[in-house]
């Protein structure tokens, strides 16, 4: 059966009563210091070091088992859904291709039982291209649910390295490898990078954690960024052996391990000050990074009251994040608001994947 795409819509549906209707989510994250030092060649050669923290925004999926040999997916966020059945040849051509990836390559899993269809349904609190890791936190709640359908049992490590190799061996996604451990383990973690991965995970004082959701902001600029082309001159660069891209990237390394100190002892405005700096040294990685708009943006911030802000993602759109000091956050996001950047407070999320079952 050829795949096919259409406008979501409700489908009579022959509901799989054996089995339980799965859900699942996956947090986005914050990057304070060390992106594009988890992007190849750099980690294998070097060894990379990022400081994130996962946000309670999510990637959500549900998977809702069917007994006819057919799958769809849904996407709540695009308005379209894929249809096709459960043993097709799946095309990667742009139309839901992060689960249809997923399915593809975890029906061939060892160890996994054979489907008789089911229906996905994906939404995220993000967009694609917004700097909080969605596309990979999506990658990872659709390896969640599906893998329990499938009888499959995979630790922390082994989802974020599947959600990695399908995002950049499969589907040919440039990037690096934070955000897929990120989602998959939650918290805050300081994550290294060689020929290997190790997360190690932060006993964040809860005072710290408060004082941090106290303090700071993201603003989203209203332009998801291409990160793939940035990410390409970011690594063009770096091959090239040019010396801002080489400063920028091993002070990236140098500051993760930095505010990873400040974080821990809980000093939020030396982590704040930090925070600057990160900035300052990601722009010389790659002239797309900044824009005009978020240099104004973080400019006017720290001139009425921001300790530090930065790009969270790849840079070139998507959402600011900054410390501020408190008495002063209200100033700041006033400003921002005024400019047209989309405001808003945040809690952090302790929890990585998480997966249950769901009322048919």
Excluded at 41 to 48: A, I, L, M, Q, V
Excluded at 53 to 68: E, F, K, N, V
Excluded at 132 to 148: F, H, N, T, Y
Aim: proline share 4%.
């Amino acid at each position: 059966m050829a795949q096919q795409s259409h406008l979501v819509s409700p489908e009579p549906v022959a509901p799989d009563v054996r089995r339980p209707v799965l859900r699942a989510r996956a947090p986005l994250r914050i990057s304070f210091a060390g992106g594009g030092t988890d992007v190849a060649p750099f980690p294998e050669r070097e060894g990379g070091a990022v400081l994130s923290a996962t946000i309670s925004a999510y990637s959500y999926c549900t998977l809702r088992p069917r007994s006819d040999g057919q799958v769809t997916i849904k996407s709540l966020d695009y308005g379209y859904s894929v249809g096709f059945n459960v043993d097709d040849d799946l095309e990667l051509d742009g139309q839901l291709d992060l689960p249809k990836a997923t399915i593809a390559r975890l029906r061939q899993y060892p160890g996994a039982v054979s489907a008789t269809g089911f229906d996905l349904f994906i939404h995220t609190n993000a967009p694609p291209g917004s700097g909080l890791g969605s596309s990979s936190a999506v990658m990872v709640a659709v390896i969640g649910v599906v893998a329990q359908h499938l009888g499959l049992d995979l630790t922390e490590y082994e989802v974020a390295e599947l959600a990695y190799r399908l995002e950049r061996e499969d589907l040919q996604i440039p990037g690096g490898a934070q955000d897929q451990y990120a989602a998959a383990f939650g918290g805050f973690n300081y994550i290294e990078f060689t020929d290997q991965v190790v997360v190690n995970p932060l006993r964040i004082r809860d005072a710290t954690i408060h004082e941090l959701e106290h303090n700071m902001l993201l603003a989203y600029t209203g332009n998801t960024r291409v990160s793939d082309h940035i990410i390409d001159d970011q690594v063009s660069r770096y091959e090239r052996g040019e010396e801002a891209a080489l400063e920028g990237l091993h002070a990236q390394k140098e500051l993760a391990a930095e505010m990873k100190l400040a974080l821990v002892r809980g000093e939020v405005d030396t982590l704040g000050r930090l925070l600057g700096r990160a900035w300052d040294e990601k722009r010389k990685m790659s002239d797309r990074i900044a824009t005009p708009l978020i240099d104004e943006a973080i400019t006017k911030a720290l001139s009425l009251g921001a300790l530090g802000g930065k790009v969270t993602g790849a840079g070139g759109g998507g959402h600011l994040v900054f410390i501020c000091e408190f008495e002063r956050r209200h100033v700041v996001a006033e400003e921002l608001t005024r400019m047209g950047l989309g405001v808003s407070e945040f809690t952090f999320s302790r929890e990585g994947l998480v997966t249950w079952r769901g009322q048919s």
